[in-house]
């Protein structure tokens, strides 16, 4: 048995944007994991970063296009091709795009995640933070609120996954070295560790997962991974 956390919420219409992405702001089908652990430590107003495993499923019912206003900076103010201009740290101008551009979001998103947080002591400030969050939690955007439905300590089977398959009830992330079928779902590399450079203040990623999205309600044989008895669905960690 593996004790975990399972969280269930919900969102309207949230963007989980694709670093890669500008000119049309496109959209992961569910939350990279750096996302879910940020929105986690937000909600226990942790300050520094607790190491955790973290299994990511959920739905969604259709994606559509939305206008969104957007800001892009960067390069030193020209009055001729920029809307606005804001300081930077050498006490210089940087110029500011402002502009409409395509933002695709996912309607009545449910995910359903698995936390187990590397610290024993963490699995009640976790659960209690997630029922009384210090702020309001999104995920994807800024805007994109979250609702959460249902916050639970479950323990996860062992089992077999490879001698015997199990039906996903949700799409899921699942860590290529997790299945044996090479041809399965599209593989992401996702974001979940960073750090700080202080010199630069720059944000460097030290852990990046390479996942398979894959869909529900289809059989896999999986290795390494778990069983949510009460949901019947397998949970991989990464």
């Known amino acids: 048995m593996l004790k975990a956390i399972r ?23 569910l939350p990279p994991y750096s996302s879910v652990i940020g929105m986690v430590h937000a909600a226990c107003g942790f300050d520094k970063y607790h190491d955790m495993q973290i299994s990511i499923q959920g739905e ?29 740290d050498k006490e ?27 610290d024993e002591k963490d699995y009640d400030i976790i659960n209690n933070g ?14 994109d ?24 009830k949700y799409d899921a992330y699942v860590p290529v070295e997790n299945l ?13 560790k960073f750090s700080i450079d202080e010199k630069t203040n720059q944000r460097n990623w030290d852990q990046v997962v390479k996942v398979r999205h894959v869909s529900k309600n289809q059989a896999y044989s999986l290795k390494n991974s778990f069983l949510d008895a009460e949901l019947r669905t397998p949970v991989s960690f990464a």
Not at 8 to 23: C, E, G, H, V
Not at 93 to 112: A, E, F, M, Q, R
Not at 130 to 143: F, T
Not at 146 to 164: M, N, P, Q, S, W
């Open 145 to 168: 609120i979250v609702r959460i439905d249902d916050v639970k300590l479950v323990d996860l089977e062992e089992f077999d996954f490879e001698d015997e398959a199990e039906t996903l």
């Open 130 to 143: 997630l029922l009384n969050p210090k702020y309001y939690l999104s995920l994807g955007r800024h805007e």
């Open 92 to 118: 210089k101008y940087d110029g500011i795009n402002i502009g409409p551009k395509s933002v695709h979001l996912l309607t009545d998103v449910k995910l359903v995640v698995h936390i187990v947080p590397k």
């Open 180 to 192: 044996d079928n090479d041809a399965i779902g599209t593989i992401y590399k996702l974001t979940k």
């Open 60 to 88: 969604y019912a259709s994606e559509v296009s939305d206008l969104a206003t957007m800001y892009n900076f960067g390069i030193a103010y020209d009055a001729t091709r920029h809307q606005a201009k804001v300081k930077n």
């Open 7 to 29: 969280v269930i919420l919900s969102q309207q219409m949230p963007n989980y944007r694709k670093p890669a992405s500008f000119l049309v702001r496109e959209s992961y089908p």
